[in-house]
């Protein structure tokens, strides 16, 4: 089990990206995969907002987080995973973490 935040997933935006599209970088829908890998690699991932990233990428998909529970976009999500081969199971939001811990506590969830 992880925290995942907004931030966290833009800190390693550059790298997920050279994962899926590196080493043989590939024409996009947007130019070149090299070319987008090269502006996520020239951006301060410390600081620059998810809209920037999106703004390149040409999709929130690789910032944006939603909790599997309420299906609402979160700002962070704990991130449940397979015992057997750590793939992630489950993303949960606070607030729908708060309702679970609620409905051990009582029976019922609110």
Wanted: aromatic share 6%; charged share 25%; net charge positive.
């Amino acid at each position: 089990m992880e925290l995942i935040t907004e931030r966290s997933r833009i800190k390693t935006v550059a790298e997920r990206w050279d994962a899926q599209y590196g080493p043989e970088f590939r024409s996009t829908n947007r130019g070149s995969s090299k070319e987008t890998s090269e502006k996520l690699h020239a951006l301060n991932l410390s600081k620059v907002s998810a809209a920037t990233v999106s703004k390149i990428i040409g999709n929130d998909t690789w910032t944006r987080l939603v909790c599997d529970e309420c299906l609402t976009p979160v700002t962070k999500v704990a991130v449940l995973y397979h015992p057997g081969d750590g793939t992630a199971a489950f993303e949960i939001c606070e607030s729908c973490a708060t309702k679970v811990k609620t409905l051990f506590k009582t029976g019922v969830a609110k």
